[in-house]
């Protein structure tokens, strides 16, 4: 199961990267920042793959798309300066809680 999790975490990671990459791509106009975008997705989703071969899909994805989210969230604030309001620091303390409920077994 640890290493499942080991997977999960590059797969949330990679998944973040890509995202972030997309915004710094400018629509696929810079090709190096394109080109991340491509490799840290295909990452993601490989990782995601050899993951559910220790963890069950439901488990697997929820927490893959929540923590993703909320990584993605922290750089949005942290690297491109969005702001982030009360309603969405709720959200993320809400995603947070239903990650940490459906891991907790």
Do not use: R
Not at 7 to 19: D, K, N, P, V
């Amino acid at each position: 199961m640890l290493v499942g999790y080991i997977f999960l975490t590059i797969a949330i990671c990679s998944e973040s990267i890509g995202a972030a990459m997309l915004k710094v791509s400018d629509g696929f106009k810079k090709w190096k920042p394109s080109a991340l975008v491509v490799i840290a997705y295909s990452l993601a989703f490989y990782m995601l793959s050899l993951t559910l071969n220790h963890i069950p899909l439901s488990l697997s994805y929820a927490t893959w798309s929540g923590v993703g989210t909320v990584l993605t969230a922290v750089i949005g604030v942290k690297w491109f300066k969005e702001e982030l309001n009360a309603k969405g620091l709720i959200g993320i303390l809400l995603l947070i809680s239903g990650v940490v409920l459906l891991n907790w077994q």
